[in-house]
T-cell receptor
Framework: DQQVKQNSPSLRVQEGRISILNCDYT??????FLWYKKYPAEGPTFLIS?????DKNEDGRFTVFLNKSAKHLSLHIVPSQPGDSAVYFC??????????????FGKGTHLIIQP | EPEVTQTPSHQVTQMGQEVILRCVPI?????FYWYRQILGQKVEFLVS????????KSEIFDDQFSVERPDGSNFTLKIRSTKLEDSAMYFC??????????????FGPGTRLTVL
């Protein structure tokens, strides 16, 4: 039962170009979405989030877009840098739970930035 | 910058043994969580903890699992009788509970549990 799907296991992007990571969800009750970055042997690191009342949130080189009607979100990284090479996880939650609910994660996309 | 810490980084145990995984959440955070990631699979929610009691738990969190906050800083996950399929990375996370509707959880580096 994959409520959060990341259909691309890996993505290769040239340094300096835009990286676009995609995520789809099936549960329309999700109303808060997050992106995490993970290096090997480390825990997930929070990157950026978006509430379902917005369609875009920007933080430096990172922008998350949310299309509620399509149940789709994407993370844009511009420009891509070698240090961005990592596994990126999309996660979703129900804010109505007040924080009690855990995050539902996708399987992750391994982003590789090539020089 | 404050961070979530976990000990040990790697735990090896025999099947049927009890293990306790330890976490120190960020000090002013109010919600605490345990997740696990079996090799090659996604990160899965186990349990959330608030105000000294379990708030939510997943179907994975059966009677073999328990959580405790024995003092003001530590948050522990106990597996009573480990099985081979408990081998995974276990992540602790915490959340401040800031803006309404937000849920930015901060994760520790994880404990790799190997059950032989």
């Amino acid at each position: 039962d994959q409520q959060v799907k990341q259909n691309s296991p890996s993505l290769r992007v040239q340094e300096g170009r835009i990286s676009i990571l995609n995520c789809d969800y099936t549960n329309s009750m999700f109303d808060y979405f997050l992106w995490y970055k993970k290096y090997p042997a480390e825990g997930p690191t929070f990157l950026i989030s978006i509430s379902s009342i917005k369609d875009k949130n920007e933080d430096g080189r990172f922008t998350v877009f949310l299309n509620k009607s399509a149940k789709h979100l994407s993370l844009h990284i511009v420009p891509s840098q070698p240090g961005d090479s990592a596994v990126y996880f999309c996660a979703a939650s129900f804010s109505s739970g007040g924080g009690a609910d855990g995050l539902t994660f996708g399987k992750g996309t391994h982003l590789i930035i090539q020089p | 910058e404050p961070e979530v810490t976990q000990t040990p980084s790697h735990q090896v145990t025999q099947m049927g043994q009890e293990v306790i995984l330890r976490c120190v959440p960020i000090s002013n955070h109010l919600y605490f969580y345990w997740y696990r990631q079996i090799l090659g699979q996604k990160v899965e929610f186990l349990v959330s903890f608030y105000n000294n009691e379990i708030s939510e738990k997943s179907e994975i969190f059966d009677d073999q699992f328990s959580v405790e906050r024995p003092d003001g800083s530590n948050f522990t996950l106990k597996i009573r009788s480990t099985k081979l399929e408990d081998s995974a990375m276990y992540f602790c996370a915490s959340w401040f509970r800031g803006l309404a509707g937000s849920n930015e959880q901060f994760f520790g580096p994880g404990t790799r549990l190997t059950v032989l």
